[in-house]
């Protein structure tokens, strides 16, 4: 698992552009399903029917969209007027997906490898390597961090390591994407307030209101209103804790 989160973290951030680089993220988590087969098996065996049924819709939800339907539905369906139009004028009138590009959601279809990944090898893992796992991505957030500070001090000209928009002062880290980074570090922030401390120290306390400040200075600097609005996720949990502890 830790290998699959350092791999997607590193190579995963190109987006679609950069299929080689996805596909090194899945195949990392398709080697993992097949060294831990009998977590796979015990995860369809065990696991709640509800979370069962989360999965299969997940995976249902981009392929169904794949399959083609006749004309009388998808014409019916909203903003395919263009694509009628675009049809028409090469006299094609057959059955069509519900996608309007299905060999990108067959795309985002794979993705679902990786996270599937984590969830089967991670089942019943017990909970001191949970926590392991946990704080290695927050020393991934701070890596993250690291690397985007260089970006947001060099004006994107140092440490960007994709090159889709034009050098800014954006912190990316390893994305491409400022809407990608912010999400993850929202994410990283929330484990870092939630997670117990890996062992009892005096500064403890210290060291992880050091940590969530700079993912939260991290999160500040992608200038994402999606991370924006998902902060109110971290600071809910921060605001609980507080209050449990009080």
Not at 93 to 98: D, H, I, L, S, Y
């Amino acid at each position: 698992m830790s290998a699959i989160l350092l791999i997607a973290i590193v190579f995963g951030g190109g987006g679609v552009r950069y299929g080689l680089a996805n596909l090194v993220v899945q195949l990392t988590a398709l080697i993992a399903i097949a060294a831990n087969r009998a977590s796979f098996v015990r995860f369809w065996r065990d696991a709640p029917i509800s979370v069962r049924g989360l999965i299969g819709a997940s995976l249902a939800l981009p392929l169904i969209q794949t399959i083609p339907l006749p004309p009388s539905i998808w014409q019916a369906l909203p903003g395919r007027e263009i694509i009628q139009t675009s049809l028409q004028a090469v006299d094609y009138q057959g059955w069509m997906p519900v996608s309007v590009d299905p060999r990108r959601t067959l795309l985002a279809a794979s993705a679902l490898i990786t996270p599937l990944a984590i969830l089967f090898a991670g089942w019943k893992l017990p909970a001191a390597r949970l926590l392991d796992l946990g704080w290695l991505l927050v020393g991934l957030g701070l890596t993250i961090f690291a690397l985007g500070a260089l970006q947001v001090v060099s004006q994107g000209t140092v440490g960007t390591l994709y090159s889709e928009r034009p050098p800014s002062d954006l912190l990316l880290g390893t994305f491409a994407n400022r809407n990608s980074t912010g999400v993850l570090l929202v994410g990283i922030l929330a484990f870092a307030i939630v997670l117990p401390a890996p062992r009892q120290h005096p500064m403890a306390l210290p060291i992880r209101l050091v940590i969530c400040a700079i993912l939260a200075l991290a999160i500040i600097l992608t200038r994402s209103r999606t991370a924006f609005a998902l902060l109110a996720i971290p600071g809910f949990l921060g605001a609980l804790r507080i209050y449990l502890w009080w």
